[in-house]
């Protein structure tokens, strides 16, 4: 939840500071809690949002529908979410939720499943055994956002346009527009969201493998190491070679809170080896190939392998972060967007190098009871 939180404050941060750049009009318009579904396989359908790094950040659904029950995967970043999948299942089935998995701990992935227990009261909910305690830590701490919060907010946009300047003494470019007045026409209900977020409970727990029978469709979930969290899961339906994968993949570009960057190269290596035709990620774009998790490798092992070379030449976590070289990495990931640069330096960049460099000096990169820091 901490890393949902810290991305809500990047945001933020972002307006503040002028770089709203990174929300362009494309990503602006709109219902920002709408999913758009997509039928996989018969009876198994993915909930993905248009534009992925809308804010708030919000994790891709996963629908699966089999003869005795139905099994979901992060259905329920929000409240609002959370009841749209639960209207979906009612909408393509009368069969009831059985089994609802939750790939790991930050809560844009499961802080609304009250709403979807509310409809399927009897539903098993399942993680890792580290993600139940994470969700316990105090690394999962969040304040919602106070009416102070919410005003600031609404006072730097409406400043923004009307000045047409930003607060780093730039202008409002034309395509900055559509974001700020989509925040604006949104906010109310981006609040509200906010502040109906409640942790969940699970009842089961898994540390390696479990299989789930929905009869006539079984659902694996495995954990293949530390990787975007220590208790990440994936869901894989080895018949229909269907893989969601959680925040392991998350695209345009990949979250990097509280990571693990080498370890995280051996879990999508894992990945790359099941046969997949179609690959959800945690945000983003429904995938066909595994073309982008080179690009995550790439991405991983160059901070591995350079934030730990740093660290071990006596390297602050400033004149570590001065000393990268992203410039190849960045450019496979973002391709030159700038609009994606931003984003990929918010989000990835500056939390993996931490991250990295509490490995390289001994500590922990996700330690459970270090406190959530807070805007």
């Known amino acids: 939840m901490n890393a949902f939180r810290r991305a809500l404050k990047s945001a933020l941060a972002a307006m503040s500071a002028g770089a709203i750049v990174l929300y362009a009009s494309a990503a602006s318009a709109g219902d920002p809690f ?41 259905p ?10 639960a209207a979906k299942v009612a909408e393509l089935t009368d069969i009831p939720v059985t089994h609802i998995a939750v790939s790991h701990w930050h809560g844009d992935h499961s802080m609304g499943m009250h709403k979807v227990l509310e409809k399927y009261p009897n539903a098993e909910v399942i993680t890792h055994e580290f993600t139940a ?16 919060d919410v005003k600031a907010t609404r006072e730097r946009i409406e400043t923004a346009l009307r000045t047409g300047m930003r607060s780093n003494g730039q202008p409002v470019l034309p395509e900055m527009r559509p974001y700020y007045e989509n925040v604006l026409a949104h906010l109310d209900l981006t609040t ?46 080895p018949k229909e ?9 998350v695209s345009p570009t990949p979250y990097g809170f509280y990571s693990h960057p080498a370890s995280w190269v051996n879990v999508l290596t894992q990945l790359k080896s099941l046969p997949a035709r179609h690959i959800v990620p945690g945000h983003g774009a429904i995938m066909t190939d595994t073309a982008y998790f080179d690009a995550l490798i790439e991405a991983l092992s160059f901070v591995a ?41 918010g989000w990835f960049k500056t939390p993996i190098v931490e991250a990295e460099y509490k490995i390289a000096t001994g500590q922990d990169s996700e330690d459970l009871s270090a406190p959530a820091p807070q805007p």
């Not at 977020?197 to 190491?225: F, N, Q, S």
């Open 241 to 249: 070679k269907i893989l969601a994968t959680g925040d392991i993949v």
């Open 305 to 345: 392998a350079e934030v730990d070379r740093l660290a071990a030449e006596g390297k602050t976590l400033e004149e570590t972060r001065a000393a990268l070289d992203w410039t190849a990495v960045e450019q496979r990931i973002t391709g030159g967007d700038p609009l994606v640069a931003v984003f990929f330096d």
């Open 34 to 74: 709408a999913f758009e579904w997509t039928e996989l396989d018969k009876g198994v359908w993915a909930g993905v949002r248009p534009v992925s790094y809308n804010s708030p950040p919000t994790g891709s659904a996963l629908i699966v529908i089999g003869k005795k029950g139905v099994f979901l995967f992060d």
């Open 192 to 237: 509200a969201e906010l502040r109906g977020l409640k942790p969940i409970t699970p009842t089961k727990t898994m540390t390696d493998a479990m299989t789930i029978d929905l009869g006539g469709r079984k659902v694996e979930l495995r954990h293949m190491g530390p990787g975007n969290t220590n208790g990440d899961i994936i869901a894989y339906l």
């Open 133 to 148: 305690r994470a969700i316990q830590s105090p690394l999962n701490s969040f304040t919602p956002p106070t009416d102070d």
């Open 76 to 85: 329920a970043g929000t409240p609002l979410v959370g009841e749209r999948v």
